[in-house]
């Protein structure tokens, strides 16, 4: 069964034969249910690499999600979430390769989006195989509203999918500021990202793609 809530001019929502209407943050959607039957029983091979490159994308998104829906929440179209844009961030510009050999590019990868200013110069470093230590310039005339800003540090392994993060760490006067980690193996590396978010969650910047670490 299906209603118009608001009259004639207002959105559809429930079901209606194949037809589905419902609001998705705010935003009024219709559906059409595809019948399986119409389904082509054998993908074609752009469907697969669509596929592949998406499942690609999900073993990054998925151990940051927490990092990208603040990275990303501040800048978004209605209707849009932070997953969202972030899994279209990294179709669009993080994956490099030819289907079927198909590689996260991660210094293209985006793991937040806004007008703050970023990082300068920042560096990361492995002070023990557990902890690395970020760093970045201090601008000494710098907006004094700025240098409460709060960075924010993400360190990816590939080899085991795990993810490493602040969300809100030091202020960006202090220039330098530790995330935790822990290597499952030997040798095994880390993708590293820097960003700032303001004092009062309004406002964020764009990230900061800061290397590979190795922890041997």
């Not at 990054?60 to 990275?71: L, Q, S, Y």
């Not at 991660?106 to 023990?128: K, R």
């Not at 040798?187 to 290397?211: H, K, L, V």
């Amino acid at each position: 069964m299906a209603r118009i809530q608001k009259g004639i001019l207002g959105p559809f929502i429930g079901s209606l034969a194949n037809i589905t209407g419902y609001l998705r943050l705010g935003v009024p959607v219709i559906r059409t249910k595809v019948d399986p039957a119409d389904v082509p029983k054998v993908r074609t091979p752009k469907q697969k690499e669509v596929t592949a490159k998406f499942s690609l994308a999900m073993t990054f998104i998925k151990p940051v999600t927490p990092f990208i829906n603040v990275g990303f929440s501040l800048h978004r179209a209605p209707g849009k979430t932070a997953h969202n844009i972030a899994v279209s961030k990294i179709l669009s510009q993080g994956i490099t390769g030819e289907y079927p050999e198909l590689a996260l590019d991660f210094p293209n990868i985006p793991v937040c989006h806004g007008e703050l200013p970023g990082a300068v110069h920042p560096e990361v470093t492995l002070i023990n195989p557990k902890r690395l230590r970020f760093s970045w310039e201090v601008d000494s005339n710098e907006d004094p509203e700025r240098k409460r800003d709060q960075v924010m540090l993400l360190a990816f392994s590939p080899q085991d999918g795990t993810a490493y993060y602040l969300k809100s760490g030091a202020r960006r006067s202090a220039g330098a500021e530790f995330l935790d980690i822990y290597a499952e193996q030997a040798n095994q590396t880390f993708q590293t990202y820097i960003s700032f978010i303001s004092d009062d969650r309004e406002m964020i910047a764009d990230s900061r793609y800061t290397g590979q670490i190795l922890v041997p």
